[in-house]
């Protein structure tokens, strides 16, 4: 699983979710239409392109006048972490009884990737990652870590967790100095395989390797093919057009793989 289009399309698959929201769809070639669920909704107030069910306005005047549940809800508009608090609440009171909620950019590695202001053609995370640090030190009932891939896929569920308590202020937490420090406690940083174990403990469920190998190289092949040769650098890993992806020798296509 290398990025967070993988992340969310493995949550869907094993909890057989049948609803996706995402806040901050931008190009929906990127993720969103990749995405392959029963009902798929999007919010934007400034789309690039048009997509289904369009939401064309901010999340918070969504969450006002929302009344649908949700069972995987997918963070990913605007960055700063005063709008991210109010997502992940809002996000909170909408998701179903299992359901999961994703944000991306959870874990920027300079500094200078989580200032608030977008910087064009900088890698830009924003300041997502504080909003993670604050539930770590004070939300007892969710468990969150965040998925070291992508610039950091973080992930929210109700639980229990074990509190990050290292600290003196919160104040001092939300700081990069301090975020460098204590990186893997404070976010609970965790690999892709830890990730997948941690989820097959939960639904009791064991992956075939082979199975999980082919779903995530076709979702990448749809979303290569979906995106064309664009490159990007919004906040994404930049990749030349005419790649070669490699493929593991474990990892043999399978049709029947699609959406399983
Ligand atoms: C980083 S892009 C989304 C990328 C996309 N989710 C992906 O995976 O490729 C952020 C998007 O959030 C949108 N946005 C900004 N503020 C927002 C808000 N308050 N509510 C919802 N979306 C917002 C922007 O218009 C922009 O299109």
């Known amino acids: 699983?290398?990025?967070?289009?993988?992340?969310?399309?493995?949550?869907?698959?094993?909890?057989?979710?049948?609803?996706?929201?995402?806040?901050?769809?931008?190009?929906?070639?990127?993720?969103?239409?990749?995405?392959?669920?029963?009902?798929?909704?999007?919010?934007?107030?400034?789309?690039?392109?048009?997509?289904?069910?369009?939401?064309?306005?901010?999340?918070?005047?969504?969450?006002?006048?929302?009344?649908?549940?949700?069972?995987?809800?997918?963070?990913?508009?605007?960055?700063?972490?005063?709008?991210t608090d109010k997502d992940i609440i809002?996000?909170?009171?909408?998701?179903?009884?299992?359901?999961?909620?994703?944000?991306?950019?959870?874990?920027?590695?300079?500094?200078?990737?989580?200032?608030?202001?977008?910087?064009?053609?900088?890698?830009?995370?924003?300041?997502?990652?504080?909003?993670?640090?604050?539930?770590?030190?004070?939300?007892?009932?969710?468990?969150?870590?965040?998925?070291?891939?992508?610039?950091?896929?973080g992930i929210i569920r109700k639980g229990n967790q074990e509190l990050f308590t290292d600290y003196k202020t919160i104040d001092e937490v939300i700081t990069f100095p301090f975020l460098d420090a204590n990186r893997e406690k404070l976010l609970n940083l965790i690999t892709p395989e830890e990730f997948t174990k941690k989820i097959c403990e939960v639904c009791n469920c064991t992956h075939d390797r082979d199975v999980n190998a082919s779903k995530n190289i076709l979702t990448e092949g749809l979303r290569l093919l979906s995106a064309g040769t664009a490159e990007y650098t919004d906040g994404d890993d930049v990749r030349p057009s005419n790649r070669l992806l490699s493929v593991k020798s474990e990892a043999h296509p399978i049709s029947s793989a699609v959406g399983g």
């Open 1 to 83: 699983m290398r990025t967070r289009t993988h992340i969310i399309q493995f949550l869907i698959n094993t909890f057989n979710y049948k609803s996706y929201l995402e806040i901050g769809v931008r190009k929906p070639s990127r993720n969103y239409n990749i995405i392959k669920v029963d009902k798929k909704y999007g919010v934007d107030p400034s789309p690039v392109h048009g997509y289904e069910n369009d939401f064309k306005m901010t999340s918070d005047d969504f969450f006002k006048q929302n009344k649908m549940k949700f069972d995987l809800i997918f963070i990913d508009g605007d960055h700063r972490m005063i709008q």
């Open 90 to 153: 809002n996000s909170l009171d909408c998701i179903t009884e299992h359901g999961t909620i994703v944000l991306h950019d959870c874990n920027p590695i300079e500094e200078k990737h989580q200032i608030e202001e977008f910087t064009p053609k900088l890698v830009w995370n924003g300041s997502v990652w504080k909003s993670i640090a604050k539930l770590r030190c004070n939300r007892k009932d969710l468990d969150i870590v965040v998925i070291n891939r992508d610039h950091g896929v």
